[in-house]
């Protein structure tokens, strides 16, 4: 998963704990957390911040917000169980669907939200993906791709989008499928086997070149940082 950025470092007033002085600051836990680093510093830091969020005016401090603390929990839950862990994944629940609210196609909401209904046994047993499809639309492709598919006919619908998206001369569709197509791409890298090393590379650079590209729109926004790190580091 990835971070979400934000737009400027915000002071956080510390309800429940009284010794402000102990919280680490947000800037300082999100960048640990980017660094992998998770504890329950960051975390603390990550849900005043969320709490803070939710009566702010700006929508992408609320997002930024929900998506960092659940990529945090889900990060910090794998070595929990029973009780502990379910009210973990209902809190990861309840910031992944803050988010949607707020953006409903994110697809960092969307994984954060799928892992934690599929722990507390809310999905369905039945799934909405017809055996033998031969395309994917859009929105079909962004819940595959959420729920961790990654396939040729799901990076088929986010190209394919983003031609639309460009015909269109549609700015926020366009610049939504260049943040997101990466992460997939990455994935279809990671997932092909080692003896098609050629065809990993191939996803690795096309990677890079829409992670530079979103960040040539976005100056500094974590989750195409991330991207790009990676994507150079393997192709």
Do not use: C
């Not at 700015?171 to 092909?192: E, F, M, Q, S």
Request: hydrophobic share 40%; glycine share 4%.
């Amino acid at each position: 998963l990835q971070l979400s950025s934000t737009v400027v470092a915000l002071s956080i007033i510390l309800i429940l704990n009284p010794t402000l002085q102990e919280m680490i600051p947000y800037d300082v836990a999100l960048d640990r957390l980017i660094r992998n680093d998770t504890d329950i510093d960051i975390l603390s830091s990550l849900r005043a911040e969320f709490r803070e969020a939710q009566s702010s005016q700006s929508e992408t401090r609320k997002l930024a917000a929900s998506i960092n603390l659940g990529t945090a929990l889900l990060r910090d839950i794998k070595n929990l169980s029973g009780q502990t862990a379910r009210s973990i994944f209902s809190e990861i629940l309840e910031a992944s669907e803050q988010a949607l609210k707020i953006q409903p196609q994110n697809l960092d909401a969307e994984r954060l939200r799928g892992t934690a209904r599929q722990e507390l046994g809310m999905n369905t047993p039945t799934q909405d993906v017809e055996p033998e499809e031969e395309e994917l639309t859009f929105d079909k492709a962004v819940r595959a791709a959420a729920e961790g598919r990654a396939d040729e006919l799901v990076l088929a619908a986010f190209r394919r989008e983003r031609r639309e998206a460009k015909r269109a001369r549609d700015r926020k569709r366009l610049l939504y499928v260049t943040v997101n197509l990466p992460a997939l791409l990455l994935n279809l890298g990671n997932d092909t086997p080692s003896t098609q090393a050629d065809k990993a590379v191939a996803y690795y650079r096309e990677a890079h070149k829409w992670a530079a590209r979103a960040l040539r729109q976005l100056p500094g926004q974590q989750g195409s940082l991330e991207n790009l790190r990676v994507a150079r580091a393997n192709a």
